[in-house]
């Protein structure tokens, strides 16, 4: 799907939830059907048998990049990747978190902001992962990269438009600037036509 038809079908999107857990409900009959699972072997992924990784190989990150593209709902690793995490289920990939730099800097702590700061761009859990996957994963990213580099401030954006409202954020105590924060517009980096730019 380009990014148009994907704005385009996202304007017409009419489920009660959002964007992203439909790409759950999409692909979960078929996550079973590959892995030979019953629903009750869904049901008792426990999620302590997950283990968190950061990566750096190109191998892993084609991985995590064909992943992105099948369950995250923009199925873009955005423009400016710069750090990639995963968590595997007893080996078996079931999320990525993509942090890059943000498209544009903001001030919220000053001048020097731009020195501490990266954007959660990309997350998204397999279908068949525990739905408190992702507020783990993040926070072990987030601690990640607090230890192994300079970057403190973690900012990020939920799509109302995809009917988002930012609950992994949200249980996280994530700080919400509003709907005023950013910009309203979209548009398509004319270096990587793959790639929607929004901030």
Not at 40 to 56: G, P, Q, R, T, Y
Request: glycine share 6%; aromatic share 16%.
């Amino acid at each position: 799907m380009s990014d148009i038809s994907l704005l385009y079908k996202i304007r017409d999107y009419d489920k009660d939830w959002c964007y992203q857990y439909q790409k759950r409900i999409d692909t979960l009959e078929d996550d079973m059907r590959r892995f030979h699972w019953t629903e009750d072997d869904v049901k008792n992924i426990d999620l302590n048998d997950f283990v968190f990784s950061h990566i750096d190989s190109q191998k892993e990150k084609q991985c995590a990049t064909d992943f992105i593209k099948r369950y995250e709902w923009l199925g873009t690793i955005g423009s400016y990747p710069t750090h990639w995490f995963t968590a595997r289920y007893k080996g078996i990939l079931g999320g990525v978190i993509i942090m890059g730099m943000p498209n544009s800097f903001s001030k919220l702590l000053g001048e020097n902001t731009k020195e501490i700061e990266r954007l959660i761009s990309r997350g998204a859990s397999a279908s068949w992962c525990p739905f408190n996957l992702g507020s783990k994963f993040l926070m072990w990213a987030i601690k990640w990269m607090v230890d192994n580099t300079d970057y403190r401030l973690f900012t990020c954006y939920s799509d109302p438009q995809a009917k988002e409202i930012g609950s992994i954020y949200q249980a996280l105590n994530f700080y919400y600037l509003g709907q005023n924060s950013g910009t309203v517009v979209r548009c398509i980096n004319p270096y990587n036509k793959n790639s929607i730019i929004s901030d």
